[in-house]
């Protein structure tokens, strides 16, 4: 019978320890949430910090950020709309894509499943998509697969997966069920998008209508595009080696490609922080680096999704 | 004998050491599957980090698992003592636990901590099944593989409920989550130490160590169920897999698609110990054989119609007669002092032969389309099993199509 004793003090010691830790976890002063917080305020760059949607100054993003009551994995927000991408506790895991008015309040809710990637809203507000990862968790492992999903919130129609968008690659219709999209961004008319598709181990940019439903491919080897606010240039993360990746801006009128001066890899859809710089996520931080290849330098510790909101 | 459910007829059919391991495993894999279950999303949104850095790792960590997996497999018999051995491998896997909070969010050190995690679940898993096959009567071999792998997906159906029930009550405390997922494995590790009894008889005449393993594969019973279980595992497509063509042939509704995986791990769990009976009754070759039926039968569902959960019960069916089966086949053509390596071994070749088997199925879904690339793999198997049937049949007299002759 020593050996029952045994185990149940083990059992009260070991459960003891394992309530007072999470007790205390779930007790621990998360930061006071502003009372009213207004993503559409101008002047402010917009983050993701201790896991909320926060706010910092836009000139002065290193002062403490003003953080918002709503949690969020990754968002976007643009035009008074926020597009807020939340895993959902449950017996399984998995993924909202929240519609957020100028209050945060919830106005659309989009089941999901799988991890949150990309997040983006056109600059009118009225165009949302997201990306998420579905299986494999990683890009490694057997079967890495992405879901893409487009949501008008004006008519409030919604394709949960792009990937029966009739695609057109080097201008020839092209059929092949291991097509995979992500990392939308809108065009200024809301219809037009570009995005990236991979299939049979190559990715393109994809330039797509939204209205005509259909895509085509523009180049290859270009991850995750970001267009600017002004629509002529595009960056985007593109393969190296060594790399993974690179981030490049591609100027629309020219075609011509060029390397930004952030030369460690970035994971990354990048949002752009005025006409001639972009932003990014990096090892837990968010950066800048300018189109023109200057250096890059840091913009908000422990943040992501950046949005600038002008 | 002396596990509460004595007398029941269950502690009557499985000895008590199974159950015991059985129990082991099963809170050993509540530990684990909640640190799984919430891991890439504890990455990606507590960390910020890039899943990519860590699929880099992985097939790193593929050769190092497989590496310490035979050595410890090689030191449980040198020594005789596997549950030492299978000891270390929960206790570094408890440690992990921890070990992931002091990490931080340094990729470097999560790296490590991944990577430890994994070589204490390769260290234990081929001293656990020789214990099983030291415990359990030749004859029940299969039935006792069953109840213990059924009990092991009962804790991995309650793992990420756990999680999930952790993340709940503390509003997303992924520490809370790690802390409490140790304070599970500790459990393990000690119903392991309290419940679970090494086999340590004396060492045959002689005092021989363990065999070689060139000197095991030189058995030819054993080097040919090698190569069966290689053979095979070259033309199992990965699970993930399976569930990503099930998805697209249905277009299933993204929020259901992380279910599909319990439709299998449902039906092993409640096919692992009936399969695991026939098995002892009809000849472990046989089921075994029948399980890769049954996962070409999931094949061609999957390339005709995708019916959804005829494709699921097939699969965990596979598994059912498989897994479990397959070390049972495999314990008694070892002698006792070399078990645990034999197993190490055999678990490792077909561990490596999935691995080679997705990428081969990646890339020839890359090439030739994911219905193209099932039906090769579809040919591959058929080939496969008409080799394995052969080699297996080529066992006449050997004990698993004869249990009858060779009960204790």
């Known amino acids: 019978m020593k050996r029952v004793v045994v185990l149940l003090v083990a059992v009260v010691v070991l459960a003891g320890g394992a309530v007072a830790y999470a007790t205390w976890a779930a007790s621990r002063g998360a930061a006071p949430a502003a009372a009213a917080f207004d993503p559409g305020v101008p002047g402010r760059l917009l983050v993701r910090s201790a896991g909320r949607i926060a706010a910092v100054p836009l000139d002065d993003p290193g002062a403490a950020p003003t953080v918002s009551g709503t949690a969020c994995d990754r968002f976007h927000s643009a035009g008074g709309t926020t597009l807020c991408l939340v895993t959902r506790p449950g017996t399984l895991p998995k993924t909202d894509a929240l519609i957020l008015d100028r209050s945060l309040r919830e106005t659309r809710r989009i089941k999901l499943a799988g991890i949150p990637s990309r997040a983006r809203v056109s600059q009118s507000g009225r165009m949302a998509s997201w990306t998420v990862f579905v299986t494999g968790d990683s890009y490694s492992s057997g079967g890495f697969s992405t879901w893409t999903g487009i949501l008008d919130t004006r008519t409030g129609y919604a394709v949960t997966n792009i990937e029966d968008i009739p695609l057109y690659l080097d201008g020839r219709r092209y059929h092949s069920p ?105 090892d837990g931080d968010v950066w800048a680096a300018p189109l023109d290849g200057g250096p890059p330098r840091l913009l908000v510790r422990d943040a992501s999704s950046p949005v600038a909101v002008r | 004998m002396y596990i509460s459910i004595k007398g029941t007829g269950l502690a009557r059919s499985v000895p008590a050491n ?248 449902g039906a092993y769990l409640l096919l692992a110990v009936p399969f695991g009976r026939l098995a002892d009754r009809y000849g472990r070759a046989a089921v075994f054989a029948a399980g890769h039926v049954a996962l070409l039968a999931a094949y061609l569902l999957l390339m005709g119609p995708a019916w959804l959960v005829p494709v699921l019960a097939l699969h965990g069916a596979f598994y059912a007669a498989t897994d479990g089966v397959l070390m049972a086949l495999a314990g008694p053509l070892l002698p006792e002092q070399s078990r645990t390596s034999g197993l190490a071994l055999i678990q490792t070749g077909q561990a490596t032969a999935r691995m080679l088997s997705s990428m081969l199925f990646g890339a020839l879904w890359t090439v030739l389309g994911a219905t193209e690339g099932l039906a090769v793999m579809a040919a591959g198997l058929v080939l496969s099993l008409a080799l394995a049937w052969r080699s297996l049949r080529a066992e006449g007299g050997a004990p698993m199509t004869a249990p009858s002759s060779r009960s204790r």
């Open chain 1, 178 to 282: 291991d097509v995979n999209y992500w990392g939308v961004t809108f065009a200024a008319d809301d219809n037009r998008f570009y995005a990236t598709v991979s299939t049979k181990g190559k990715t393109y940019l994809v330039e797509g209508d939204f209205g005509a439903w259909r895509a085509r491919t523009l180049r290859e080897n270009a991850e995750c595009p970001s267009l600017s606010p002004d629509g002529r240039h595009l960056v985007f993360k593109k393969r190296v080696s060594p790399g993974p990746w690179r981030l490049h801006a591609l100027d629309l009128k020219t075609m011509r490609e060029t390397p930004l001066g952030e030369s460690a890899s970035v994971d990354d859809q990048a949002a752009w922080l005025d006409e001639r710089s972009v932003m990014y996520a990096k």
């Open chain 2, 18 to 265: 199974v159950l015991a391991l059985g129990l082991v495993s099963l809170v050993t894999d509540i530990s684990s599957e909640m640190v799984t279950a919430v891991l890439p999303l504890y990455l990606v949104s507590a960390l910020g980090l890039s899943l990519v850095q860590f699929g880099v790792l992985d097939g790193l960590y593929f050769g190092v698992t497989a590496l310490v997996r035979l050595a410890g497999g090689h030191a449980a018999d040198r020594l005789a003592r596997r549950k030492l051995v299978a000891g270390v491998g929960y206790g570094l896997s408890a440690v992990c636990k921890l070990a992931l909070l002091a990490a931080g969010g340094s990729v470097a050190a999560l790296g490590a901590v991944m990577a430890a995690d994994r070589t204490g679940k390769g260290l234990r898993t081929a001293p656990r099944d020789a214990l099983i096959t030291l415990s359990a009567p030749v004859d029940r071999l299969g039935g006792a593989f069953g109840v213990h792998r059924a009990m092991d997906t009962v804790g991995a159906f309650l793992g990420p409920l756990a999680a999930f029930g952790v993340l709940t009550v503390t509003a997303g405390a992924y520490d809370a989550v790690f802390v409490t997922s140790f304070c599970v494995a500790a459990l393990g590790v000690l119903l392991l130490v309290l419940y679970v009894r090494d086999r340590r008889g004396p060492l045959p005449p002689g005092g021989r160590g363990p065999l070689r393993l060139g000197t095991l594969l030189r058995r030819a019973p054993f080097r040919r169920l090698c190569l069966v279980a290689a053979a095979l595992g070259l033309v199992t497509v990965s699970d993930s897999f399976v569930y990503l063509m099930l998805q697209k042939r249905l277009a299933l509704a993204p929020e259901l698609f992380p279910l599909l995986p319990l439709g299998t791990a």
